[in-house]
């Protein structure tokens, strides 16, 4: 007894944008919260230790808002100007922050007042950083110079004057408490020892440099600065390794995301891109409104803190519900799966003699009809709404089947007004679409002959009938169109091929007609 | 400093023209200056000063009425020869940026620029009511004196330690009051100081003259008010000296914003007082001015507007003119950008009147008049253009030696008629509007390579949509000209995916290849790896057209049957005439030339008619249940098949 066979349902390659685990990874974001700042927010930085609280500098204030709170729960505003950079030490108690007026304050995390007042520069201090033995700070100023400070008596230990324009960047590094990167709008970075009197290493941008990034291994050095992000390599010097121009505008900063193996670049072009290090291809793009200053990812990738010109702090936090609610079912379900599975490899003797028990198939409700010949319901289960919406190929692949038993015609007659419309809705959301197109206008070519007669006489009917007209002129219009390109690259490849003898690859059987064309008009062309 | 600049910029100046009143000149929120016809209601002229975002007009004064038949650049001094009609004509305006313009009604355009004298900006602009010399106070706490005629600074001394924030010129033109940290008096012949008076804590933002009796007779006084403060004192300038306090204050319900007042000239002439509040009320005083009095004053009259609405909202007042019949008062009240003007009749027996307006009627008429007076700034060729975001840019300036040159040019020809001048006014406007449109089509782009450039660089899908949905097909042409060859494969990639989907995009995304393909062909041609570069997108559009032939006979069929339907409908629409003719057919049921030809005639009854429609009905309830009952498609197919052309036959 032959059994019933399901419907085939063809699998169609997938449209539009890809899926990868990137997307997936950096789509699993919450809504993201907006808070306004005072002014352009122009520097983030997370807190090292564990509740990851973050400084906001925008205009005159810092704000340290908690991983979850809307409301700052600590606001810094003894600033007689514009803050900048406010940043944490590496145990999070300490804060410092430089200021338009030239002076830099550090500050208690827990107190109000500024502990200590560094005063030395003459112009904004855009820089400031906790070296890595917590007890000096590196700054860098419009003056030109970079300073190193102490912190116990506020006593400047030195200055270096080798930039010539502002400093506006700058990082220490966490491995070596002498060793510091400064980035300045002269074009260079400069990698500065504070044991000896002169830079280590000089690296020129090419552009403004804007922010910068070492990686944790600190081997890599990552630098931002007109449209380029540009990798180098200090082991070897200050070597460029790669130089990326993703942004259509300044890229104004830089962060590490995904435990170091993806870099986020923020730019004044409203972009957040995601980089993968090892290939530095972008692998995801944020979108955000208004051009972005300042950017910083919590430990852990769990939220994305944006801040941008137009004083909107934006924070992304981390789906986690819906992981904790697949666990759980999967807890509850594996005992009776073990039940399930029970005895599936027991692998029988040779003198053991087998049942076969048929295994129950589970047929879906399109094929159930299908098998009772019910046609018409068949075509009415594939038509269900959910399911050619987010499924067409399943009912074109219905459609398809009826076509091939040659009860299409019975299935798509005896319809009322309102079925019949969704029929045609259905027809004119996808007759366009190349995958589906031949099923459909032999679909629709039958729906035409069979109710041809009452024609005109549903004002719904007809106005179905006319938007299927126009879908099918305009379309029409854009396949002759087509052609007329089509004929365009065939002179193209003809050309090219003439000239190359390049050997068809994938393609040569589609245009092989081309081919024959080319070899008749090669010698036009080369006349002219 | 700060506080003062925001109160100061928050008072715009609005400032009536003197005698006549036939002027309300106004420096809106814009920096446009605007001056207002006050018998005709109307916008008489509209001046935009250069940078009139840059330096913003902080106070406005009118000069002394002169007669109009002089050159503008003669003395102001009153005519003699009284019947000659006198016009108020000059206007000075101080700027944020520190210099003074002078503009000119009667020409209609900017007179002169006064600059050099302040490092700060301008606070306060008063004339000299007899010699051409006009007087400034500014940030920079100095007080300059213009003269006029050189357009030069005559004499410029620190009045205070802090910034001049108001001055007043006596009505004799002998003394000048200047108010900084405190009211200073000065002796205009030798620049001394001849008294002070203290008592204001904030800035002072009004000095007037109260009485024109000279200083030396105990009847000299003078008002002052100042931010945040609701009182106006009165000072007495006393022979002794003694005049540490103010005599008398009169309150008020807000900060004043304009005060008008008649002056008296004897003990027993009366002064009258108008005063508009930051609140939009005006308050009227009348007061004899002979010696202190300990009580606060107050108004003896008040008055508010509202609208006409069922929960009426007041109207702000923004300045009021007292007429010389003690009843009447000018008024102007609603915004700044379109003042309305009103002379109302005040009963001064009540003590507190309101007034109801429609404001926008009168809005909507005043509108509809003043478009043709509207004066375009002439922009002449030394002025420089000002490009918005340099640093620390001012008010363009026309140098002080070219205004004298004018000045002596003008004063060359000075018998220059009315007429004269004001076609000489028409021909410049005339022809800076026609240079206005060439230089803003200069200006419009024609092509969005650069945007798309950025768009394919970053994959921005906001700027690709908005590149795409050029429908002109220049603009598509010029912008692929213009992008760069790199460009080029990422543009036709970003195509192939857009080319997909909805026909009437597609179609727009098809103009766009087919000038990439055109403009670049020698490009694409010479890549080596073409093939496999426009490879998807030769599939892509292989497989589109591979149901080109069906798509067409689809349509071929579909546009049949709906004009069919279409006729019908319209068969239907017109008369029952028709139909009967469509029964002919039916009864004879031969060929469709006989039952065309027989349509002309209109001889049938209606009864077939109704016959042949039952019959059609029936026919369709047939159709309806027939196709659950049969059991083989094919033939129930043929049948509708046979059936339909039957149909479609009649």
Redo the contacts between chains.
């Keep these: 007894m032959a059994s019933f066979k399901p419907t085939k349902i063809p699998v169609y390659p997938k449209l539009g944008e890809k899926v990868t685990q990137d997307t997936l990874y950096w789509k699993n974001y919450k809504a993201p919260v907006q808070i306004k700042e005072f002014g352009a927010v122009s520097n983030i930085d997370f807190s090292p230790v564990a509740p990851h609280n973050f400084a906001v500098t925008a205009f005159t204030r810092v704000h340290l808002y908690g991983p979850f709170s809307q409301e700052p729960v600590k606001t810094f505003t003894r600033f007689k100007d514009t803050a900048y950079c406010g940043r944490f030490r590496s145990d999070g108690q300490l804060l410092v922050a430089g200021c338009e007026d030239s002076v830099v304050r550090l500050f208690d995390v827990s107190g109000k007042v500024a502990l200590r007042m560094f005063k030395g520069h003459t112009k904004a201090v855009h820089v400031t950083d906790f070296t890595s033995d917590r007890y000096q700070i590196l700054t860098g100023s419009d003056d030109y110079t970079c300073r190193l400070w102490d912190i116990p008596n506020a006593a400047e230990l030195s200055t270096y004057q080798e930039h010539t324009d502002y400093i506006r960047c700058g990082v220490t590094s966490k491995l070596n408490r002498d060793l510091f990167i400064t980035g300045s709008y002269d074009h260079t970075l400069k990698v500065f020892d504070a044991r000896a009197e002169k830079s280590a290493i000089t690296m020129d941008h090419g552009q403004p440099v804007e922010s910068l990034l070492l990686y944790p291994s600190e081997g890599l050095l990552v630098s931002a600065g007109g449209r380029y992000v540009k990798v180098w390599d200090l082991l070897k010097g200050g070597q460029p390794l790669v130089s990326l121009k993703n942004h259509h505008k300044t890229v104004t900063c830089l962060a590490l995301g995904n435990n170091g193996e993806r870099l986020l670049s923020a730019s004044l072009d409203r972009h957040v891109k995601v980089y993968n290090t090892t290939t530095y291809k972008v692998v995801h793009n944020f979108d955000y409104a208004a051009a972005i200053l300042s950017l910083a990812l919590a430990p852990d990738d769990e939220s994305i803190v944006v801040g941008m010109t137009n004083s909107i702090l934006s924070i992304k936090h981390r789906k986690h519900t819906e992981e904790s609610k697949e666990i759980m079912s999967q807890q509850r379900r594996r005992p009776s799966y073990r039940v399930f599975v029970k005895g599936k490899n027991y692998v029988p003797k040779p003198d053991d003699y087998l049942v076969s028990k048929p295994v129950k198939e589970h047929l879906a409700k399109y094929d159930k009809e299908l098998k009772k010949f019910n046609v018409s319901k068949a075509l009415d289960a594939a038509l269900e709404v959910w399911l050619r919406r987010k499924k067409p190929e399943i009912t074109v692949g219905v459609i398809k089947e009826l076509d091939r038993r040659g009860t299409l015609k019975n299935a798509l007659a005896g319809r009322d007004e309102k079925q019949l419309s969704q029929l045609l809705h259905f027809v004119i959301g996808n007759i366009v679409d190349t995958r589906f197109a031949p099923v459909l206008l032999t679909a629709a070519e039958m729906i035409l002959d069979i109710y041809k007669s009452v024609i005109g006489q549903s004002a719904l009917i007809d106005q179905q009938l006319l938007r299927l007209q126009n879908i099918l002129e305009s379309e029409i219009n854009l396949e002759r169109e087509l052609l007329e390109v089509l004929g365009m690259l065939d002179a193209m490849f003809a050309t090219s091929i003439t000239r190359k003898e390049v050997p068809y690859s994938d393609v040569g059987r589609s245009n092989g007609l081309a081919q024959g064309e080319a070899s008749s008009s090669r010698p036009e062309l080369q006349v002219t | 400093m700060a506080t003062d600049g925001v109160s100061l910029s928050l008072k715009l100046p609005c400032v009536f023209s003197p005698k006549s009143r036939q002027y309300l000149a106004v420096c809106a929120q814009d920096g446009r200056l605007r001056v207002w016809n006050t018998d005709s209601k109307t916008l008489h002229q509209e001046y935009v000063p250069s940078a009139h975002l840059s330096a913003t007009c902080t106070c406005v004064a009118w000069g002394p009425c002169r007669t109009v038949k002089e050159g503008p650049q003669r003395k102001k001094r009153k005519s003699e020869a009284a019947q000659v009609e006198e016009k108020a004509d000059l206007l000075a305006m101080g700027t944020a940026a520190g210099t003074v313009l002078i503009y000119s009604t009667a020409k209609g355009s900017l007179h002169c620029t006064l600059d050099g004298g302040h490092s700060g900006g301008v606070n306060c602009v008063h004339w000299h009511p007899e010699d051409s010399l006009l007087y400034s106070g500014s940030d920079d706490t100095n007080i300059v004196e213009w003269d006029l005629q050189t357009g030069k600074t005559r004499s410029k001394w620190k009045a205070d330690r802090a910034a001049v924030t108001s001055l007043c010129v006596s009505p004799d033109g002998k003394l000048l009051l200047s108010a900084g940290h405190v009211i200073k008096m000065w002796d205009l012949e030798t620049k001394e100081v001849y008294r002070k008076f203290t008592g204001h804590s904030t800035a002072v933002t009004t000095l007037r003259f109260a009485t024109t009796r000279p200083p030396d007779s105990n009847g000299l006084y003078f008002l002052s008010g100042a931010a945040h403060d609701r009182l106006l004192s009165v000072w007495q300038v006393r022979e002794d000296g003694k005049d540490k306090n103010s005599v008398v204050s009169f309150t008020l319900t807000d900060e004043p914003q304009h005060v008008d007042l008649i002056t008296s000239s004897s003990k027993e002439e009366a002064v009258r007082l108008a005063v508009v509040c930051k609140d939009g009320q005006l308050h009227l005083f009348e007061h004899f001015l002979n010696g202190p009095c300990k009580k606060p004053l107050s108004p003896s009259c008040s008055v508010q507007m509202s609208d006409t609405k069922e929960s009426p909202m007041p109207i702000p007042l923004l300045a009021a003119a007292l007429g010389a019949d003690p009843q009447s008062v000018l008024l102007a009240y609603g915004n700044y950008l379109q003042p309305v003007m009103e002379n109302a009749e005040i009963n001064m027996a009540e003590r507190h009147v309101c007034l109801a307006r429609d404001l926008k009627t009168n809005l909507s008429l005043s509108m509809e008049t003043t478009v043709s007076k509207v004066k375009t700034p002439i922009v002449n060729a030394k002025s420089k253009v000002l490009i918005p975001g340099l640093p620390g840019h001012k008010a363009p300036v026309v140098s002080a030696p070219q205004g004298t040159e004018k000045r002596k040019k003008d004063a060359g020809n000075k018998e220059m008629s009315i007429a004269e001048r004001l076609g000489e006014i028409d021909l410049e406007a005339s022809s800076s509007q026609k240079g206005a449109p060439k230089a803003t089509a200069s200006l419009q782009t024609d092509n969005y390579a650069v945007l798309l450039?950025?768009?394919l660089?970053?994959?921005?899908?906001?700027i690709l949509n908005k590149v795409f949905q050029t429908r002109k097909e220049v603009e598509i042409k010029k912008t692929v000209a213009r992008l760069p060859l790199p460009a080029v494969i990422p543009l036709v990639e970003e195509l192939t995916?857009r080319l997909?989907?909805?026909?009437?995009v597609?179609?727009m995304m098809?103009?766009w290849?087919?000038a990439v393909?055109?403009h670049h062909?020698s490009y694409?041609?010479?890549?080596?790896d073409?093939?496999?570069q426009?490879?998807v997108?030769?599939?892509?559009?292989?497989?589109?057209?591979?149901?080109?032939h069906?798509?067409?006979k689809?349509?071929g069929?579909?546009?049949l049957?709906?004009t069919?339907?279409a006729a019908?409908?319209d068969r239907n629409a017109v008369s029952d005439v028709d139909h009967t003719a469509k029964l002919v057919y039916e009864e004879e049921s031969s060929d469709e030339e006989e039952a065309s030809g027989d349509e002309a005639f209109p001889n049938e009854d209606s009864d077939h008619w109704e016959e042949e429609e039952a019959m059609q009905e029936d026919?369709?309830d047939e159709?309806?249940e027939?196709?659950?009952s049969?059991t083989e498609?094919k033939a129930?197919?043929d049948e509708?098949?046979e059936?339909?052309n039957e149909?479609?036959e009649e």
């Design positions: 450039m950025q768009g660089e970053s994959k921005d899908a906001n995916t997909q989907g909805n026909p009437l597609a179609c098809v103009r290849l087919k393909l055109v062909t694409l041609a010479s890549l080596p073409l093939v496999t426009l490879g997108l030769y599939h892509m559009i292989e497989s589109r057209v591979k149901m080109f069906k798509l067409t689809l349509h069929k579909l546009h049957l709906t069919q339907v019908n409908d026919e369709g159709e309806d027939d196709p659950d049969r498609p129930n197919g509708d098949m059936h339909e149909s479609e």
